[in-house]
């Protein structure tokens, strides 16, 4: 029976969702659209099947078949970065994070990360995350001109004297020197680990920076820039490194891993290996240049001034609007963004003066240069009048027109 006859409520608000998906622009940095055949894969019978341990070691029989779909994820994720050795289980991002802490951190150890108003992540020590609950988090952050001073976070790093430094962003857009890192890290005798899950795409594809061989432990999500399912990964060349996140993923914090969904990664993994990828990479980088530089033209402040990377961050310290004004106006005109903190923020988290702006879904759906100059002139049409629900709507037609230029599901696939 199909799942329109079964349960229409929920048929309904998926296919709404997919008309969403379709008809709006979605610009949140940290979202994409994978590919059919992930989806497919999630969608097998793979989800019938527990997998408890690893390749080989499972507590479990029947495993001989999903031994071998891990192992491939396992080799094309070690491919990819170049390391050593990787576990696929995570099931998400903060996940791998925790998994990682376990792994190579007591209770109350000390933790320096990027603070959360600078562009950090939750996981990265901030006070109501699990982090900053059993961890001992401090904090480094952005100059006023929205770029980190390394000689600043040394300067830190001496004073907390950190057992673990941790690297990486949500909301950075400039290229993350992960050398620099590894000297502060050396200077205070800190392990190293680097959050790439918001630049693991571009990572992969030699548009950022490696955090390989400089960093000791590397963990990622693989459905921003990678494109892949939602889930999460860890990697090192350290072996016994390797060993204590294994046991810290299973049994420390997880289960029976997600089969369908490592299949998902196995698959992924397969488009990020090929020279297609470095085309969309690429790509999505010159769409979030060209978004910055229109906006810049139009008399909008980025943070950093613009950008190295996938997204933007625009700041509106001097607007009379908030980023949450923002977000909501554009989402009226049929554009998905984020509200954000900046920095030198004067709002609270749940207001900011910023709004976040990412270039891989679009990119993914074959924009290029010119639809990302003529989407920044609309998004600056809208702000330029924010109140103006008419100019919302124009703009709104006339964005879901283009979106329908480059359709990235066929209805019939669902």
């Known amino acids: 029976m199909s799942l329109e006859n079964y349960d229409k409520e929920i048929f309904d608000l998926t296919q709404l969702e997919l008309k969403r998906q379709c008809d709006h622009l979605e610009m949140i940095a940290s979202e994409n659209f994978t590919y059919p055949e992930v989806m497919e894969v999630m969608g097998s019978i793979l989800t019938n099947k527990y997998a408890e341990g690893y390749p080989l070691k499972r507590y479990y029989g029947g495993c001989e078949y999903v031994d071998g779909i891990e192992q491939i994820a396992i080799d094309r994720c070690r491919a990819l970065f170049g390391c050593e050795y990787a576990n696929v289980q995570p099931n998400s991002g903060s996940q791998a994070n925790q998994g990682v802490y376990g792994a190579l951190l007591n209770p109350g150890d000390k933790i320096l990360g990027m603070d959360l108003s600078h562009g950090g992540h939750l996981t990265h020590g901030a006070k109501v995350s699990s982090s900053g609950k059993i961890y001992e988090s401090f904090f480094y952050g952005v100059e006023l001109d ?24 949500s909301a950075y857009t400039r290229e993350i020197d992960f050398k620099k890192f590894r000297e502060i890290a050396d200077e205070v005798g800190a392990i190293l680990f680097a959050d790439i899950a918001h630049i693991a795409g571009l990572v992969v594809a030699g548009e950022h920076n490696n955090p390989f061989p400089y960093c000791d432990v590397v963990s990622s999500t693989t459905h921003k820039t990678l494109r892949g399912p939602r889930g999460g990964i860890i990697m090192t060349n350290n072996e016994d490194y390797a060993k204590r996140i294994n046991s810290s993923i299973f049994p420390g914090i997880q289960g029976g891993p997600l089969v369908h969904v490592i299949a998902g990664k196995a698959v992924g993994f397969k488009h990020n290996l090929s020279d297609e990828w470095k085309i969309y990479a690429k790509q999505v980088k010159a769409n979030a240049k060209i978004l910055g530089e229109t906006l810049v033209r139009r008399g909008y402040d980025l943070v950093s001034g613009g950008t190295d990377n996938h997204l933007v961050l625009v700041s509106f310290l001097n607007k009379e609007f908030s980023g949450k004004d923002a977000d909501i106006a554009l989402g009226n005109a049929g554009i998905t963004v984020n509200k954000n903190t900046v920095p030198g923020e004067i709002r609270s988290p749940f207001i900011t003066s910023g709004i976040r702006i990412g270039s891989p879904a679009l990119t993914a759906r074959g924009m290029k240069e010119s639809e990302f100059e003529l989407i920044a002139n609309r998004i600056a049409d809208v702000l330029d009048d924010i109140n103006n629900q008419s100019v919302q709507q124009k703009v709104k037609a006339e964005l879901k027109e283009l979106a329908h230029k480059f359709i990235i599901y066929d209805k019939a696939m669902f």
């Open 146 to 169: 929205g770029r980190m001073n390394y000689e600043r976070i040394l300067d830190i790093a001496k004073i907390v004297k950190p057992k673990m430094i941790v690297c990486g962003a």
